[in-house]
């Protein structure tokens, strides 16, 4: 019998709130080459002497308003589909869950297997769209472990599943536990990137004005935005929606070269021309964390509210839903 296991793989998250591991996260993650693609020098004079002395503390107090009596919700999540999809797939398959900075610890989760000898090694980067910044340093961190390995099993490498019938079903089903028809406009939320991340793989010229907005480019099936867009038009296809009742903005953005629309003004502007009921979904996201339940349900709810709208209302993720193990099984096609 082949020997399999599969490893699901989150970003990560401080190991408590507090500004002391907030601020070791921020320098594991923001010190990836991937993440900041600035060379070596200037990568850690920005990060490490700028960013985190001055973000760790301002992080610390929305990890607060996140975190629960059980801890981190993307920590809590990982482990509650671990649970499920093994209890699914049984004894055949062994399977884990880490995190890509923190803990659990994937350096040594890899380790671990390695001692268990698996033939097959399935990778599921738990993003959606393909970015070098998730899912890229997620192969390459996998990669650069397993390399050293005597023996190399047989690995497979999820790269994106964002046209997967099963994930577009997922999130229209729960988009329509929303009543989706009584709001003024449905938002379709997607973490940013730099730009300069977008050149290198766009298919365009124009990062920010291209036809990946409007259908998916031949060569576009691993730009970031390209995906973005086509995710939203699946989804709007499987909903019946009008081109007119959603919109695609991006979040969370550090610099105005990040891509846009960005979503907090596209929120104002959307208030400020009379739109009371806003329904945000972010399908960039399979479990709600500090960019869902802290930026969208707080900080931009507030927002909203200030420039003159009445509700937004922001749907909930995949998170450990039954269907959303179900359709893991299925991607991995196990």
Not at 11 to 32: A, H, I, M, Q, W
Not at 80 to 87: S, T
Not at 238 to 258: A, D, H
Not at 275 to 280: G, H, Y
């Amino acid at each position: 019998m082949i020997k399999k296991a599969v490893i699901l793989v989150n970003v990560g998250t401080p190991d408590k709130p507090e500004v002391k591991f907030v601020r070791k996260f921020l320098f594991s993650f923001l010190n990836d080459k991937r993440v900041i693609d600035l060379n070596l020098i200037l990568r850690k004079i920005l990060v490490n002497l700028i960013i985190v002395p001055f973000r760790a503390p301002k992080s610390s107090k929305s990890y607060k308003i996140l975190w629960t009596e059980k801890g981190s919700p993307i920590t809590l999540y990982l482990k509650n589909i671990v649970e499920k999809l093994q209890l699914n797939l049984g004894k055949e398959v062994s399977v884990f869950g880490a995190m890509r900075y923190g803990n659990p610890s994937l350096i040594k989760l890899l380790r671990k297997i390695k001692a268990q000898k698996f033939d097959e090694i399935f990778i599921f980067p738990l993003f959606p769209q393909y970015a070098s910044s998730t899912t890229g340093t997620v192969f390459e961190f996998v990669m650069n472990e397993v390399k050293n390995w005597n023996v190399i099993p047989k690995i497979i490498f999820q790269n994106q599943f964002y046209s997967h019938p099963d994930f577009i079903n997922i999130f229209s089903e729960k988009i329509k536990e929303y009543n989706h028809e009584n709001f003024d406009k449905i938002i379709f939320s997607y973490h940013g990137l730099p730009l300069n991340h977008l050149t290198k793989i766009h298919p365009e010229t124009d990062v920010n004005n291209c036809s990946c907005e409007t259908e998916m480019p031949e060569n576009g099936n691993f730009c970031y935005k390209a995906t973005c867009y086509e995710t939203t038009r699946l989804i709007a296809e499987k909903l019946n929606l009008k081109p007119e009742n959603y919109l695609v903005s991006f979040q969370s953005r550090l610099t105005k070269n990040w891509l846009s629309p960005f979503t907090d003004k596209t929120i104002e502007e959307l208030a400020k021309n009379g739109n009371k009921k806003i329904l945000l979904v972010s399908p960039a996201f399979v479990a709600d964390c500090l960019e869902t339940i802290v930026e969208i349900e707080h900080e931009y709810a507030e927002l909203f509210k200030k420039f003159g709208g009445e509700e937004l209302v922001l749907v909930k993720s995949l998170n450990d839903d039954e269907k959303w193990i179900f359709a893991i099984k299925n991607i991995l096609n196990l």
